[in-house]
């Protein structure tokens, strides 16, 4: 075996095609096959790593609640009364596409995280970046950045911008302050027509108003929310989280 080769590789990070490379240098069965044909796997071997590595970094980086939430494992009882074509059509990227909305509404322990989750997961796996965040961390996160004199605010805001994805849970659990309704306004109108959202609520649209405070900035907001967005109720006889005998909603 080449160590030299070994090295070159390790230090090009190409940690996928060494590694292959010494399966083949110990395997006689490799030496039958052409020069094409054994290089052919060095370099699908190297390339399915690599696209595994990625995929699982945006996993990360997107912090999910259950990052193990998919598509294919969403529950389709019949009094849930969800619709399987849409979710599917979605799953594939074309709300992402159109930087469209998704709405996920319905009562605690309905599944709206895992199926937000689930739907980030899927765009993930499309090379989409993606964050996952509760209203209320976020709120604090850039509260905090606004007080600040060093520009953090912009930079958040620029970053949540960016974000191809944004999940945004327990949205409008508690009515929003004049500041708070104001940040909100500011994240809304960046990502309006330039990248899609996904809120979990347990209040539907038409109670917004009121938690945004009324007035114009509530009007702002829904305006950059409500035409653009799928709406899902989550529902049914049995909640998700007693299907599942779980102690907290998913």
Not at 191 to 217: E, F
């Amino acid at each position: 075996m080449n160590d030299q080769m070994l090295s070159k590789l390790r230090e090009m990070k190409l940690a996928g095609m060494a590694e292959a490379y010494k399966d083949q240098a110990q395997n006689r069965e490799y030496q039958t096959m052409s020069f094409e044909d054994r290089f052919s796997l060095l370099v699908d071997l190297e390339y399915s790593r690599r696209k595994s590595n990625h995929l699982n970094r945006l996993i990360k980086n997107a912090t999910f609640s259950d990052s193990k939430a998919c598509i294919e494992d969403i529950e389709y009882f019949d009094d849930r009364k969800l619709k399987k074509d849409l979710i599917l059509k979605l799953a594939s990227g074309l709300y992402i596409e159109n930087d469209h909305n998704i709405i996920l509404k319905g009562p605690t322990g309905s599944g709206k995280t895992f199926m937000a989750c689930a739907f980030g997961v899927s765009a993930c796996r499309q090379h989409y970046k993606v964050k996952y965040v509760r209203l209320p961390e976020l709120l604090d996160e850039l509260s905090l950045a606004k007080l600040a004199a060093d520009g953090s605010y912009r930079k958040l805001i620029k970053k949540y911008t960016k974000t191809d994805v944004l999940i945004i849970d327990e949205w409008l659990l508690t009515d929003l302050s004049k500041d708070e309704a104001n940040i909100v306004l500011e994240i809304t109108e960046a990502r309006h027509k330039t990248a899609s959202t996904i809120y979990c609520s347990q209040i539907d649209p038409s109670g917004w108003h009121t938690k945004l405070g009324n007035g114009t900035i509530a009007e702002a907001i829904l305006d950059r929310i409500i035409h653009d967005s799928y709406q899902f109720l989550l529902d049914g006889e049995i909640s998700m989280r007693e299907r599942h005998g779980l102690g907290i909603e998913v």
